[in-house]
């Protein structure tokens, strides 16, 4: 059976005098301030700004949740003003990144070429790679959704070792940050097809591979959406703001079958 994970992405907000006291209520809230061994039961991680890595991974990684950066780039180092190293990350103690989040890929530039070389180079280093795709609303309303995943994860393929370290988030970019969730149905159908394309790669280890759902995911629709049988966790964007909110996500994926 696969682990559930769940994975807050804050985007670019709070800063670093918030940080202590959303852990503290977010732990109590989903009782990891008492029960450390919640943490071996659903993989609970934190997507933050790189000015907040330090101070979440100190105040988080001992309650055993992990604390990921929301983009790498590929090189180890060099003339990129303004960009974070793998490197750089793993000197501060985390070792995983989200890559390819559509907004990445709509105000960045980001492409499925680039996102491929920074899966790659992640696995290299070792890091846990959160690797996001998804369809528009036009490209869905067209019947294209299915061509459009496998655009996207095909040079993911090309360019990655095998399936270690790599964690798929499907998130359709008419559901991220919109309050339209896509229906369990929906979501559950790109799951099954996205696993079927993995296993034609990589054989049985598509099994093992945890293919997260991203996209107005909510303490109201996770339980629904955690009754299928291909999502096996979820990458929440506004929800993860706020303790309560993500920590009855956490006492849901606990409860899933
Ligand atoms: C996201 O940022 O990846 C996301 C899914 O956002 P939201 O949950 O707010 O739709």
């Known amino acids: 059976m696969r682990k559930k994970m769940i994975a807050g992405n804050w985007k670019m907000n709070k800063v670093v005098s918030d940080v202590p006291e959303f852990f503290r209520a977010f732990s109590s809230a989903c009782g990891l301030a008492k029960d450390r ?17 330090d101070a979440c991974r100190t105040t988080a990684s001992g309650m055993g949740i992990h604390v990921a950066a929301q983009n790498i780039h590929q090189e180890t180092s060099g003339a990129f003003t303004g960009e974070v190293s793998l490197p750089m990350l793993s000197d501060i103690g985390v070792n995983a990144t989200l890559i390819g989040h559509s907004e990445r890929r709509q105000f960045f530039g980001e492409t499925n070429q680039s996102v491929a070389l920074k899966t790659a180079s992640a696995q290299k280093a070792g890091f846990l790679a959160i690797v996001c795709f998804g369809e528009t609303l036009e490209q869905r309303n067209a019947g294209q959704t299915e061509a459009v995943i496998k655009d996207q994860l095909d040079p993911v393929f090309d360019a990655i070792s095998g399936l270690n370290n790599i964690v798929l988030a499907y998130e359709p970019v008419w559901a991220i940050g919109t309050g339209v969730s896509a229906t369990s149905a ?15 790669r990589f054989g049985g280890s598509a099994d093992s591979l945890r293919i997260l759902y991203g996209g107005s995911a909510n303490p109201k629709n996770i339980a629904e959406l955690f009754t299928k049988a291909d999502i096996d966790g979820a990458l929440i964007g506004g929800a993860s703001l706020k303790p309560d909110e993500i920590s009855s996500m956490v006492v849901k994926a606990l409860e899933a079958k």
């Open 37 to 53: 061994s919640i943490s071996a039961k659903v993989d609970i991680l934190f997507a933050v700004p790189s000015v907040l890595l």
């Open 186 to 200: 929906q979501a559950q159908s790109a799951h099954e097809y996205i696993r079927n394309l993995t296993r034609s």
